[in-house]
Structure formats: structure tokens, C-alpha cells
């Protein structure tokens, strides 16, 4: 399924012994990193011995920025640096996000659609360590999180889907409200409001409530699959379209010969190229590789590989470079 770009596992977790973030102080929100950071230190996960921690207050603001673009991190994790950190797996697929809304946010990134993959990614390193801290736990209610809306599973799962015909046939916004009754919700590129970039929207469950993580995994597979569906019967109807294949094949143009690219120019033209390997008018270059450049020529991850400040001028043109050097 080439319209589903990345799937996301993400499980919210809170320690019985402190209050949630939002009433901690400093001292407080500095003790719950450092027992959790132990915690994963001391877990018999291979993982443990491959981790990179960063302490949010210790990066630079483009570094901040690249975590948030890469789906490691959210928008508001970063808006705070006061007593928060982030672990992360050497091939990042592993994010924990410490002190943000709950005080643990595990998250699992695979490449494709694999939900099941995730889930079980997941579910084994929350039982890891839920060996060595104490979740807050209810009966009734299930994980206990600071958002009433996360509270039960604490599960969102989710997966990025990329889907240009069917937002260029405005159909996105009447398929978000009948998704809302089925549970799900779909939103922009990196979250609740957030604008889908490049066409590529985030679908994921919004009950966790009454509702096992299997329920709510396998209710979201279902409905990705029709989205797909429908998603490919629209590229089939517009790629048989001359104005269609013009402007794809002109995005493959630009891309290979242009100086200077902006980022909003370049998620459009590899969206469009995207969707030519989609609907088969472009056989040479694989969806792998456009997702690669996607991630590659964000403005702070840029800044963040080339280790040197970069006026917007020389992001433009090192944008390019990448993209003309990848696509040749």
C-alpha cells in the first residue's frame, strides 16, 4: 500500500508517585526524568543499550524543530524545555517523550502500514517498563492520563497516508466527519491543527476508552483500507487526464533542474511525483526514495545534517542540490 506512508503506535503513560506534568515543578519534572531514563537503563531490552537522550533545554532551536519534523517529537513537547527530555533509538523508530502532556508518551514509527508490527513493538517495551515503574492504573478507568480523551488504553494509533486525489476533489473534509463517527479522526501532516503538507494527512483512532487495543487497532486497519481504496480509484480517474500527467511529469522537471527550491514548492512537486509512482505514469523512482527526500529537505533537519546556520536563500539551494542529486 504505497498510499500509506508511515504507522504509528503511541502510548500514554503516567507514574503513580507524582502529579501529572501540569502541576509538577521543576525538581519535580526533573525526578520523573531521571527515574524513567533509569528505568529504560535497566530494562532487559536490546534497545537500552542503544539509546540517544536528549535533554530538550540542551538543543539548539533548529534541533528542536528537526525533532518535530521527523514525527519524533510534538509541536508542544518543544515549546517547553523545563525539565523534559526525549529518548530515542539509534534508527529512531523508538521515541519516549518525557514530561510533555502525561509524563511517558511511547511512541513506535514503522515505515509502510504495519500496525500489528507497532502494536507489538510497543506493547513489549511498556511491559518492560512497567517492570520497573509504577503506572497509575484504575480498574475501571484503565491507564490514568492528564487528557480525559487518552484515558483507558492510552493508545493512539495511527498512520500517515498520503492522499493528493482525493484532497485536489475536496473529498477530505466530508470523509473526516464520517470518520469521527466510526472513532477516528484525521488530521494535517503533523497533528491536530496542523495543514496537510504535500497531501499527507494523519488518520488515527480517538476513542480509548470501553475499547481494547486490538478493537481499536483493528478498526483503524479496516478503515485505512477503503481510504486507500478510495484514494486509488480517484488517482486512477485523474491520472487518465493529460493536465494530470503534464504536471506531474513538469514536478520531475523542476525538481531535476531548478536552483532554488522552497520547502512548500518541494513537498507539492514530490507529492506530485509521488502520486505519478502511485498511479503508474513514473516507473524509475520509488515511493521510498520521495519519502526519504521529504524528511531530508526540511528546513531545520537541513540546518541540523549541515551543522551550520542557513539563510532561507541557502536552504533553498542546498534543497535543490539534494533533491536534484537524489532524483539523478
Do not use: W
Amino acid at each position: 500500500m504505497s498510499i500509506v506512508m508511515q504507522t504509528r503506535i503511541r502510548l500514554a503513560r503516567n507514574l503513580r508517585k507524582y502529579p501529572f506534568p501540569s502541576r509538577l515543578n521543576a525538581a519535580g519534572k526533573n525526578e520523573v526524568v531521571k527515574t524513567v531514563i533509569e528505568a529504560v537503563k535497566n530494562s532487559n531490552s536490546p534497545l537500552a543499550d542503544d539509546l540517544d537522550i536528549l535533554y530538550v533545554k540542551d538543543l539548539t532551536e533548529a534541533q528542536r524543530i528537526s525533532l518535530v519534523e521527523s514525527h519524533l517529537a510534538s509541536p508542544e513537547f518543544i515549546s517547553d524545555s523545563a525539565g523534559r527530555a526525549i529518548i530515542l533509538s539509534k534508527d529512531r523508530t523508538m521515541s519516549i517523550m518525557i514530561n510533555e502532556e502525561d509524563h511517558i508518551r511511547l511512541q513506535i514509527l514503522k515505515k509502510g502500514f504495519d500496525l500489528e508490527g507497532a502494536y507489538d513493538l510497543a506493547d513489549k517495551l511498556d511491559t518492560l517498563l512497567d517492570e520497573n515503574l509504577d503506572f497509575a492504573f484504575d480498574e475501571k478507568l484503565g491507564y490514568l492520563t492528564q487528557c480525559p480523551t487518552n484515558l483507558g488504553t492510552g493508545m493512539r494509533a495511527s498512520v500517515m497516508l498520503h492522499l493528493p486525489a482525493l484532497k485536489s476533489g475536496k473529498a477530505v473534509s466530508r470523509i473526516a466527519g464520517n470518520l469521527q463517527k466510526l472513532g477516528l479522526t484525521i488530521r494535517g501532516t503533523y497533528g491536530e491543527g496542523t495543514e496537510p503538507e504535500g497531501a499527507m494527512y494523519q488518520l488515527s483512532n480517538q476513542v480509548t476508552l470501553g475499547i481494547s487495543e486490538k478493537a481499536a487497532i483493528d478498526n483503524l486497519k479496516n478503515i485505512t483500507t477503503q481510504l486507500v481504496n478510495q484514494e486509488l480509484n480517484a488517482q486512477k480517474r485523474m491520472a487518465e487526464s493529460l493536465e494530470t500527467q503534464d504536471k506531474i511529469l513538469r514536478s520531475i522537471g523542476v525538481l531535476k533542474y531548478a536552483k532554488l527550491i522552497s520547502c512548500d514548492e518541494a513537498m507539492s512537486l514530490l507529492s506530485n511525483i509521488r502520486f505519478g509512482i502511485s498511479c503508474g505514469l513514473i516507473d524509475d523512482i520509488d515511493t521510498e526514495t520521495i519519502d526519504t527526500l521529504i524528511g531530508e529537505v526540511q528546513p531545520a533537519t537541513m540546518i541540523v545534517n549541515k551543522r551550520e546556520e542557513l539563510t532561507p536563500q541557502q536552504r533553498d539551494k542546498l534543497r535543490a542540490e539534494i533533491i536534484k542529486n537524489t532524483l539523478r
